[in-house]
């Protein structure tokens, strides 16, 4: 298994508070994503990070911020967390270079903001 | 734009075969991957292809035609633990990031 490990794995919080997930790999691959999944939508990409301080926007990235200051951890910023931000946030990583680039993702983490 | 559609729920017998079907519009094409997640899960990896043709894996199997823009993932010998949710994703142009359909729920019964 890739090692991936998302914390926390479960937040609560309320709305207006800001919040960081962390996404931490022991793969040394270059490619992290951020995806959110949600009933009726599938998993929708947040925003990626292609190399240490190279990020970009995915599909839903309004509301969301992301650092990636070392190849092992990405972090993804809620500035001011709303309701419509209660989701599963799944982080992934991939490495081009080698086989076929498929993602392998972390165990998620729930986040539901009251 | 960019549109990935995958039937929403599917229901079949336990030692049956079922067929997954996936539709795609994108901008780009880099391959096409078919993940599994059970519920509560992570998604996990089944299977790649970038070119026509059908890839065979144990009892999954998948297939492509890039002229069509169409998938499917065909699971032989159905096992009750098959009970999942089926993504087909594809991968662009940019940043190996892969675009998700909203998944197949398949639902395996005795």
């Known amino acids: 298994d890739a090692g991936i490990t998302q914390s926390p794995r479960h937040k609560v919080t309320e709305t207006g508070t800001p919040v960081t997930l962390r996404c931490h790999q022991t793969e040394n691959h270059r490619y992290m994503y951020w995806y959110r999944q949600d009933p009726g939508h599938g998993l929708r990409l947040i925003h990626y990070?292609?190399?240490?301080?190279?990020?970009d926007k995915g599909e839903v990235s309004d509301g969301y911020s992301v650092s990636r200051s070392k190849t092992e951890d990405f972090l993804l910023t809620l500035e001011s967390a709303t309701s419509s931000q209660t989701s599963v946030y799944f982080c992934?990583?991939?490495?081009?270079?080698?086989?076929?680039?498929?993602?392998?993702f972390g165990e998620g983490s729930r986040l539901t903001v009251l | 734009g960019q549109n990935i559609d995958q039937p929403t729920e599917m229901t079949a017998t336990e030692g049956a075969i079922v067929q997954i079907n996936c539709t795609y519009q994108t901008s780009g094409f880099n391959g096409l991957f078919w993940y599994q997640q059970h519920a509560g899960e992570a998604p996990t990896f089944l299977s790649y292809?970038?070119?026509?043709g059908l890839e065979e894996k144990g009892r999954f199997s998948s297939f492509l035609s890039r002229s069509k823009g169409y998938s499917y993932l065909l699971l032989k010998e159905l096992q009750m633990k098959d009970s999942a949710s089926y993504l087909c994703?594809?991968?662009?142009?940019?940043?190996?990031?892969?675009?998700f359909g909203q998944g197949t729920e398949l639902s395996v019964k005795p």
């Open positions: 992934a990583i991939s490495d081009r270079g080698q086989n076929t680039g498929e993602l392998f």
């Open positions: 994703a594809v991968r662009g142009n940019q940043g190996g990031k892969l675009i």
């Open positions: 292809n970038v070119l026509d």
């Open positions: 990070s292609y190399g240490v301080k190279d990020t």
